[in-house]
């Protein structure tokens, strides 16, 4: 099984997302049957080319649009004509949900109901062959995960059905709200319009996360190149990975850990209660952080005042953000931005003499697996028996050979 890395330095688009998952080995007979199936035979025409941008090799892809009366379709008539193919429920929920998201990206945008957005510029012939083919091609590759790069900004401004508008374009500012994805600074790109809708929505869709994964194992390679001539290659890779195998009976050196962004949120406050601020804590475990711990601290005016740092995905650190200033007596915040390397684990539990606890593996460098039992079973079996808590987690580790799992492994 393996990985996709979307590595999108100078632009993410739909027909270069298609041109490099072509490039990669995706048979184009892969992606026009669902088409031909939606009823558009001879309604487009998908021209491949290998092409060089600035002096690198990829492949070029266009697609003709051979209707006489080009339509501007409604997001009904979209999902109306997407529902009726005998596609696969993966490939048919895939395509739904991107169009859906535009749809009510353009919806919010224009203040119209989503119902009645035309799609202009997404809508005709040739986005339809975009977001149905790469949705084809995703289902041919089956891979175990998806990343993407960062996609950049662009700036600038860009004709379109409505005018003039800014880069980037409302939409793709929409989606990136709605769907929390980060958007690289462009500054030092040349003014172009480098991530579109379509392209943004596909990969809000079908990416895991927008990151680099932690290491390379790469198998092949894929590069769309994009229409606009810009001062610096304009390419799209897509790179195919040998995926970490999370198997308990399996290791790869490769896969000792994985590194993870993290937010720290942090303040200094000196005039909570001990009981406010085990209350104050427990709040901000309960709301989503990861983690919380806090220390004491000579403040000014020799107040004593206490140091409390929570550990936070970066999608939970707006609830969180609010949690600090609404349930404690903070008039500010700090944030950062962190690296954290992390484990593979796994939950579950083993039998001993007198009953069920709880445990937790994790795996090691170099393969090993280490056991650690849950210490609220230990002292909930410790007050039953009379056993002491080392006597139970002596019984436990040792039946760890006979540990029963829970869940599979996960970082």
Same mark, same amino acid.
């Given at each position: 099984?393996?990985?996709?890395?979307?590595? +999108?330095? #100078?632009? @993410?688009?739909?027909?270069?997302?298609?041109?490099?998952?072509?490039?990669?080995?995706?048979? /184009?007979?892969?992606?026009?049957?669902? !088409?031909?199936?939606?009823?558009?035979?001879?309604?487009?025409?998908?021209?491949?080319?290998?092409?060089?941008? &600035?002096?690198?090799?990829?492949?070029?892809?266009?697609?003709?649009?051979?209707?006489?009366?080009?339509?501007?379709?409604?997001?009904?008539?979209?999902?109306? @004509?997407?529902?009726?193919?005998?596609?696969?429920?993966?490939?048919?929920?895939?395509?739904?949900?991107?169009?859906?998201?535009?749809?009510?990206?353009?919806?919010?945008?224009?203040? /119209?109901?989503?119902?009645?957005?035309?799609?202009? /510029?997404?809508?005709?012939?040739?986005?339809?062959?975009?977001?149905?083919?790469?949705?084809?091609?995703?289902?041919? !590759?089956? =891979?175990?995960?998806?990343?993407?790069?960062? =996609?950049?900004?662009?700036?600038?401004?860009?004709?379109?059905?409505?005018?003039?508008?800014?880069?980037?374009?409302?939409?793709?500012?929409? $989606?990136?709200?709605?769907?929390?994805?980060?958007?690289?600074?462009?500054?030092?790109?040349?003014?172009?319009?480098?991530?579109?809708?379509?392209? @943004?929505?596909?990969?809000?869709? $079908?990416?895991? #996360?927008? &990151?680099?994964?932690?290491?390379?194992?790469?198998?092949?390679?894929? %590069?769309?190149?994009?229409?606009?001539?810009?001062?610096?290659?304009?390419? !799209?890779?897509?790179?195919?990975?040998?995926? &970490?195998?999370?198997?308990?009976?399996?290791?790869?050196?490769?896969?000792?850990?994985?590194?993870?962004?993290?937010?720290?949120?942090?303040?200094?406050?000196?005039?909570?209660?001990? /009981?406010?601020?085990?209350?104050?804590?427990?709040? $901000?475990?309960?709301?989503?952080?990861?983690?919380?711990?806090?220390?004491? @601290?000579?403040?000014?005016?020799?107040?004593?005042? %206490?140091?409390?740092?929570?550990? %936070?995905?970066?999608?939970?650190?707006?609830?969180?953000?609010?949690?600090?200033?609404?349930?404690?007596?903070?008039?500010?915040?700090?944030?950062?931005?962190?690296?954290? +390397?992390?484990?593979?684990?796994?939950?579950?539990?083993?039998?001993?003499?007198?009953?069920?606890?709880?445990?937790?593996?994790?795996?090691?460098?170099?393969?090993?697996?280490? +056991?650690?039992?849950?210490?609220?079973?230990?002292?909930?079996?410790? $007050?039953?028996?009379?056993?002491?808590?080392?006597? !139970?987690?002596?019984?436990?580790?040792?039946? #760890?050979?006979?540990?029963?799992?829970?869940?599979?492994?996960?970082?």
């Amino acid at each position: 099984m393996t990985d996709l890395f979307v590595d +999108c330095p #100078s632009g @993410l688009a739909g027909d270069m997302l298609l041109a490099a998952f072509i490039d990669l080995g995706v048979p /184009e007979s892969v992606i026009e049957k669902p !088409l031909l199936e939606l009823g558009l035979q001879g309604a487009f025409k998908i021209d491949v080319k290998e092409q060089r941008s &600035c002096g690198f090799r990829g492949l070029n892809v266009s697609v003709l649009g051979l209707e006489e009366e080009p339509k501007s379709r409604k997001w009904s008539d979209i999902r109306q @004509l997407i529902l009726q193919p005998s596609w696969s429920e993966s490939l048919a929920r895939n395509v739904h949900t991107v169009f859906q998201n535009l749809a009510e990206a353009e919806a919010s945008v224009h203040g /119209e109901d989503i119902n009645d957005v035309h799609f202009h /510029e997404v809508g005709s012939i040739d986005a339809l062959v975009d977001i149905v083919g790469v949705c084809a091609a995703i289902e041919h !590759l089956g =891979p175990k995960q998806i990343f993407c790069g960062i =996609p950049p900004a662009g700036r600038g401004s860009v004709s379109t059905s409505h005018g003039i508008l800014p880069i980037p374009a409302p939409a793709v500012i929409e $989606l990136a709200r709605r769907n929390k994805i980060p958007l690289a600074n462009s500054e030092g790109l040349p003014e172009a319009e480098l991530t579109t809708p379509t392209g @943004l929505a596909l990969m809000s869709v $079908l990416a895991n #996360s927008f &990151c680099q994964p932690s290491h390379f194992a790469i198998k092949k390679i894929g %590069v769309g190149l994009g229409e606009r001539e810009l001062d610096r290659p304009n390419f !799209l890779r897509i790179c195919e990975l040998d995926s &970490c195998n999370d198997s308990k009976d399996s290791y790869s050196p490769t896969d000792i850990f994985r590194w993870q962004k993290v937010v720290i949120q942090e303040a200094w406050i000196d005039d909570l209660s001990p /009981e406010d601020l085990s209350s104050f804590v427990d709040v $901000l475990r309960k709301t989503g952080a990861i983690d919380v711990a806090y220390k004491h @601290l000579n403040m000014k005016k020799g107040r004593q005042g %206490v140091s409390i740092t929570a550990l %936070v995905m970066p999608e939970d650190a707006p609830k969180l953000r609010l949690t600090w200033l609404t349930k404690s007596s903070t008039i500010g915040l700090r944030e950062r931005i962190e690296n954290r +390397c992390i484990l593979l684990r796994q939950s579950g539990f083993v039998k001993i003499s007198c009953g069920k606890i709880k445990v937790k593996r994790v795996r090691r460098p170099g393969g090993g697996i280490t +056991c650690k039992p849950e210490h609220d079973d230990l002292l909930r079996l410790s $007050l039953s028996t009379g056993k002491t808590l080392d006597e !139970l987690r002596l019984e436990a580790l040792k039946a #760890s050979e006979q540990f029963q799992p829970e869940e599979e492994w996960q970082w």
